[in-house]
């Protein structure tokens, strides 16, 4: 289960509105490969594709691809509005460690310590 918060469902709807996005979209989340620790995060405003989780908070919808659902099983999505940094943000407890900016992680696996690399510090994000 994927939870998100008051906050972000209330500022999707606002950019909804404001994108003038076609009826039926949400903020579509995915993975893929890259980032400088491994796998980072998409985000765009689409609509759902065969297979995709939905979940509905207030009128809204995030969709979870159905090819990145194991790695964003159990996360968080919330909002950020702060000075230094604004926009949607992924808490996400499968991940063994992220990069600095936030935008990247690698996935725990069961039993492995994850393996350091300090060129994936954060300090060479993009």
């Known amino acids: 289960m994927i939870t998100v918060t008051e906050k972000a469902a209330s500022e999707l709807a ?15 989340l995915g993975v893929e490969r890259g980032g400088c620790a491994g796998l980072a995060y998409t985000m765009r405003i ?3 594709e065969e297979g995709d989780e939905i979940i509905q908070l207030r009128g809204t ?5 159905h090819d990145s659902f194991d790695f964003l099983e159990g996360c968080t999505v919330d909002f ?3 000075l230094s940094d604004r926009g949607f943000k992924i808490f996400n407890p499968n991940a063994s460690r992220s990069c600095g900016c ?25």
Do not use: H, M, W
């Not at 919808?61 to 691809?65: E, G, L, R, S, T």
């Not at 690698?106 to 994936?120: I, T, V």
């Open 61 to 65: 919808q995030f969709i979870v691809a």
């Open 80 to 82: 950020a509005d702060e």
């Open 14 to 28: 606002r950019l909804l509105v404001s994108k003038d996005a076609p009826k039926g979209s949400g903020l579509r």
């Open 102 to 126: 936030g935008t990247s992680f690698e996935p725990s696996e069961e039993g492995k310590k994850p393996s350091y690399d300090p060129a994936l510090d954060g300090t060479n994000c993009k």
């Open 46 to 48: 689409a609509t759902a």
